[in-house]
């Protein structure tokens, strides 16, 4: 069975740090893009940045570029979005998405999603 | 990148047809036939429903289908059911540093 399974629920302070993971399984982790998107709460999709484990290459939307780091490896097939100093805004559910081979935008397998909350 | 423009909600009764509309630039959705439709259920991750502007995954019913007239693309949920009811969300590439945008998300309540 062809999976994303995310890293679980996080609680962390303003300033801190923190990077969530997300294992593929069930297919060739190298020949897929993985994508982020974020919801923050009771509110819509945002696409943040996409990542090819095969190679690394990675392009972020300009609203999140110096914001996050995405990066993989592809050793153990996960793929992972980091924070080096988080805010009060950056609450939200983090999904990663895998779109079909050869696509970019038709993410057709989700992860079930990383709770992040952040609060002092 | 702006996100593209849907209508906040839209309603049907069961059995009817309903469009949801996404509007774009000639940068996004205007370029590429690569505009993606997705249905999200509360709490739940989303589902693809649509790709590449019409094309529908293996499993998706064919009462869902999608088009594109220059910046705007269009999702068309025909026989309305209570299990439609969900938010829809639209996407499309929009070049090759960005890659992609989302729409702001259409709520469909099926009355």
């Known amino acids: 069975e062809v999976q994303l399974v995310q890293s679980g629920a996080e609680v962390k302070k303003p300033g801190e740090s923190l990077k969530i993971s997300c294992k593929g399984s069930?297919?060739?982790?190298?020949?897929?893009?993985i994508g982020w998107v974020r919801q923050m709460p009771g509110k819509g999709l945002e696409w943040m940045g996409i990542i090819y484990p095969g190679d690394s290459d990675t392009r972020y939307s300009p609203s999140f570029q110096g914001q996050v780091t995405i990066s993989a490896d592809k050793s153990i097939s996960t793929a992972y979005l980091q924070w080096s100093s988080l805010k009060a805004s950056d609450t939200a559910m983090y999904y990663c998405?895998?779109?079909?081979?050869?696509?970019?935008?038709?993410?057709?397998?989700w992860g079930q999603g990383t709770m992040v909350t952040v609060s002092s | 990148q702006s996100a593209l423009t849907q209508p906040a909600s839209v309603s049907g009764s069961p059995g009817q047809s309903i469009t949801i509309s996404c509007t774009g630039t000639?940068?996004?959705?205007?370029?590429?036939?690569?505009v993606s439709w997705y249905q999200q259920h509360p709490g739940k991750a989303p589902k693809l429903m649509i790709y590449?502007?019409?094309k529908r995954p293996s499993g998706v019913s064919n009462r869902f289908s999608g088009s594109k007239s220059g910046n705007t693309a269009s999702l068309t949920i025909s026989g309305l059911q209570a299990e439609d009811e969900a938010d829809y969300y639209c996407c499309s590439y929009a070049g090759s540093s960005t890659f992609g945008v989302f729409g702001g998300g259409t709520k469909l309540t099926v009355l």
């Open positions: 590449e502007v019409s």
């Open positions: 998405a895998r779109p079909l081979i050869g696509y970019y935008d038709a993410f057709d397998i």
């Open positions: 069930g297919y060739s982790f190298t020949s897929y893009w």
């Open positions: 000639s940068s996004d959705v205007g370029s590429y036939n690569l």
